[in-house]
């Protein structure tokens, strides 16, 4: 599963991006009055949305489903729409703003009315959203308001939990384990009667959320701190990949092109890494391919054994339904120092992109997914060795030059 964070923010805030998250590149969670921009600034459109969650009626949940339906009829043409899960009374609010949006009887209102399946969520009842078994919570808030649990073959991945005061109940959600839990928070620093805030998740994460869990808090009034303690806060472009055994994100993903998305690469995927490791190569400059054919050869049993034992971790990028660039991990045993006493070292290798598909942010994703991993993995620090193309990307995402030096021995 991959989650990206197209906004953050309440009904009151200071400018941030509405509240919404998209799943897989075709699943919308909230539909805030801005959504439509929120999907165009991470590379995704209105048509391709096959799925809608929405959460209650309040306007900065609802007010932007009138726009992104419109921009799916006119994209797809009519034709399917995409299924909307809400409750009843969010579903009849949302053709009502359609009907004030443009005016009643417009075409688009029926499409809406018609072809756009209705899937009525309510606590307990278990439905799909995309390929994800699905369940909702009862939140605590002035509307009647539901959180959403997406899980894939038993396995809790991702929860969310919106508008809500503080409540017992609550906690309980948490304890269910998910993945990665993404709450409201928009009471933190402040009233906490109506939203509950990261004070109210501090003083009860060791006894009630397991350590497994990844908390993030979105729905803010203005930007935060990028964590407090176990809470972090929610940026608008933050990427996550999901999967049973955890989360990886990715700080701020970069957009990508429409239908782009990246992958950890396969034992299978050695061979075309190896390829791309070999044009690497020719692009900085090596002139002998026979050299560069044996280099391959060699790289891909290396490539091929590091992705088995787990000493190598690589990711693809897809798009246009081929790989068009790559990079990886190699983690290695070191001795320690004494500003680093870990008994392991991160270099970050390989990292290639197709030339058709170079300046379409996918080495600044690359290299974020990357950088995430080994934070993740408890690494004090990464290293790589930089060309001159790639040495602008990485000074940009906080590399430095070292004071390593080498020598040729033949």
């Known amino acids: 599963m991959r989650v990206r964070v197209l906004g953050t923010g309440g009904f009151l805030n200071s400018g941030l991006r509405g509240n919404a998250f998209l799943v897989d590149g075709r699943l919308l969670v909230e539909t805030p009055p801005d959504i439509v921009a929120s999907l165009g600034a991470a590379g995704a459109r209105a048509g391709a949305i096959e799925e809608l969650f929405i959460s209650h009626a309040h306007g900065d949940h609802v007010f932007g489903a009138p726009f992104l339906l419109f921009n799916a009829w006119k994209e797809r043409g009519g034709g399917k729409g995409p299924r909307i ?55 605590f808030h002035e509307l009647p308001t539901l959180g959403l649990g997406l899980r894939e073959r ?25 993945r990665l839990a993404v709450c409201d928070l928009n009471g933190t620093g402040g009233d906490r009667s109506v939203h509950m805030g990261a004070e109210d998740l ?29 809470v972090e806060f929610a940026r608008e472009g933050m990427t996550f990949r999901i999967a049973a055994d955890g989360v990886v994100g990715a700080d701020m993903a970069a957009p990508l092109p429409d239908g782009a998305l990246i992958r950890e690469a396969l034992v299978a995927d050695a061979e075309l890494i190896a390829r791309q ?30 992705l088995k034992d787990g000493s190598y971790r ?79 990307i990485y000074e940009e995402l906080g590399f430095s030059r070292t004071n390593e030096m080498r020598l040729a021995l033949g």
């Open 85 to 139: 899960v809400a409750a009843r009374a969010t579903r009849e609010r949302i053709l009502e703003l359609a009907a004030l949006a443009i005016r009643p009887g417009h075409p688009y209102v029926a499409w809406i009315r018609d072809e756009c399946e209705s899937v009525e969520a309510a606590p307990g009842t278990g439905f799909s959203f995309g390929p994800y078994e699905a369940e909702c919570y009862p939140m």
């Open 202 to 230: 501090e003083e009860r994460l060791d006894e009630l959320v397991p350590a497994g869990t990844r908390l993030l808090g979105t729905h803010l009034s203005g930007p935060m701190e990028a964590r407090r303690g176990r």
């Open 154 to 178: 038993g396995g809790l991945l991702f929860q969310y939990l919106p508008d809500t005061r503080w409540d017992e109940r609550v906690g309980a959600y948490l304890s269910l384990g998910a």
């Open 314 to 392: 690589a990711w693809l990028a897809e798009a246009g339904g081929e790989v068009v660039a790559g990079g990886g991990v190699i983690v290695a045993p070191f001795q320690p120092t004494p500003t680093d006493p870990a008994l392991r070292r991160a270099w970050i290798v390989n990292v290639y992109v197709a030339p058709e598909w170079r300046a379409r942010g996918f080495a600044h994703a690359l290299m974020r997914v990357m950088v995430a991993w080994c934070r993740e993995q408890g690494f004090g620090a990464v290293s790589l060795h930089a060309s001159e193309a790639g040495r602008p």
């Open 277 to 306: 490791r070999a044009a690497m190569f020719v692009d900085m400059g090596s002139k002998d391919l026979e050299d560069v054919e044996r280099m391959r050869v060699a790289a891909e049993r290396e490539i091929a054994r590091g």
